[in-house]
């Protein structure tokens, strides 16, 4: 019987980073075929064992499994789960800003299989200078809305997205206010602008 993973008691969403992807190696001899496994552990060392270092991190936190990804391999990662492991759905698309940190911002995916009863987590690390990420609406068409919610309220944009614009604010609202440096007090808007 394998030996059940470390739980490093980090967060994975409050972290920059977390476990390297060669510390899961430690553990024994991981591998994605291994069915004492559970599913999104596997799914895990499948990511590993396909992309090799294009995995910049395994996270395991509370049972729950996180793959950090570069960037530039996120398309064949996620279909690669998509097709080859069955996640079916991206139940949800978001962002963290982790500024002063750089890269500044992770974008992270919620995946689902459905037969499994598993979710299993995806980030990638994007930067303040460049902050753009492939679209994954060809995958899931379901994320349009909400990658058009992170450009809107992180200000990170979604190459080749079909319909990019504000989705919650007004299309010449200034900045992205969800961002740590956007200004506490926000700005004067309707009844506000008449105040002294």
Not at 30 to 53: C, H, I, P, V, Y
Not at 120 to 135: C, G, I, L, N, Y
Request: net charge negative; hydrophobic share 35%; aromatic share 10%.
């Amino acid at each position: 019987m394998t030996k059940p993973p470390k739980d490093h008691g980090t967060p994975a969403d409050t972290q920059p980073f977390g476990l390297p992807a060669g510390e899961v190696e430690e553990e024994g001899n991981l591998e994605s075929t291994n069915t004492d496994l559970g599913f999104d552990q596997r799914t895990a060392l499948a990511l590993k064992e396909q992309f090799g270092d294009q995995v910049l991190e395994i996270v395991t936190f509370r049972k729950e499994w996180t793959t950090v990804v570069k960037p530039g391999a996120l398309i064949d990662v996620m279909t690669f789960l998509r097709d080859q492991w069955s996640y079916k759905m991206c139940h949800d698309v978001t962002s963290v800003d982790l500024y002063p940190h750089e890269p500044r911002f992770m974008v992270v995916y919620h995946l689902v299989n459905l037969d499994r009863s598993t979710r299993f987590r995806v980030k990638t690390p994007v930067s303040s200078d460049h902050a753009e990420v492939d679209t994954v609406v060809g995958l899931w068409p379901g994320a349009s809305l909400m990658e058009r919610e992170v450009y809107d309220l992180m200000g990170i944009k979604f190459k080749d997205h079909p319909d990019l614009r504000r989705v919650l604010l007004p299309d010449d609202w200034d900045g992205h206010p969800l961002r740590k440096d956007y200004p506490l007090t926000g700005f004067d808007v309707g009844v506000d602008t008449f105040k002294e």
